[in-house]
């Protein structure tokens, strides 16, 4: 499995580059089995700083999200977020249509409420969606229409794009639900939703619970009595549990020194990162990284 050279960041890609044509937030594109260049860098690990749909009518390798690897399935849905740590094993052809949107064309009106959907939001992690013969009839007939707005400038292409984009969303949002299944959120699950967004955002600087309080104008102590009524686990396990994520993510795709990862992650001692990570896991550093590299060649 490709890793990073010594030092070499991770990268984030945008979704365009500055001098690449088309819209800066929104971009469609088909593939009809060709190999374009970009798709080079997506041998290597990497971030992408957008959201992104594939769906796949054929073709495709492996793949990896995160430490989960997925092998493409076809007339399947394909999906991340902007922050998730991705990486290809080879290129193979592949049929299909992309899309991909930034936080910027969610943030504008009246595009906000489609960052509430489950597919964005994707409270069960999840990354694949598998489509009957009618979710892939409606599929690509949305696709088709997304398309053709998208190679249609002028006055009415982005409330014309969005309209398109909403129905698709709700739609797969709707195959998301049954296929992984959750209720409909209460108050008290809304602001455990809001305390992992927060996490999500601050992570790195950020490891006490009273921090997160003072972000959301509530106290420690309600903080703490509504995350673990609702999760089950103490406000605490939350933000480990996200440094141990972001961990493993760097500690399986990057080379990076055990002190350049805690470093990274916030912690002023190396060796106290050790520890937490040894406690959180029951692994080393050095162990967890030694064993995932021989689990996965």
Partial sequence: M??????????????????????????????EGQQPAFRQNMLQPHRKDYYHLVFVQRGG????????PYVLKENALYFSAPGQLQLKEKLAPLWGVSVAFTREFLARQPNEALAQLPLLRNPQNGH????????????????????????????????????????LLTYLSRLYTEQFPGDEPSADQLLLRKYRARIEEHFRERHEVGAYAALLNISAGH????????????????????????????????PQSVKEIAYDLGFADASYFSRFFKRETGLTPAEYRAGSREMYP
């Fill in 128 to 167: 694949e969606l598998l489509l009957t013969p009618a979710d892939v009839a409606f599929v690509e007939d949305t696709l088709a229409r997304l398309e053709a707005e998208y190679h249609r400038p002028g006055e009415w292409q982005q409330p014309m794009l969005t309209a398109h984009l909403t129905v």
């Fill in 2 to 31: 490709p890793t990073l050279l010594l030092d070499q960041p991770i990268p984030l890609y945008p979704l365009t580059a500055p001098d690449a044509p088309g819209n800066r937030h929104f971009q469609l594109t088909r593939a």
């Fill in 61 to 68: 390798s492996r793949h990896w999200v995160d430490m989960t």
């Fill in 223 to 254: 903080l703490s009595e509504v995350v673990k009524a609702q999760s089950g686990k103490p406000a605490i396990a939350h933000i480990q549990e996200r440094l141990v994520l972001e961990a493993r993510r760097l500690l399986f795709h990057t």
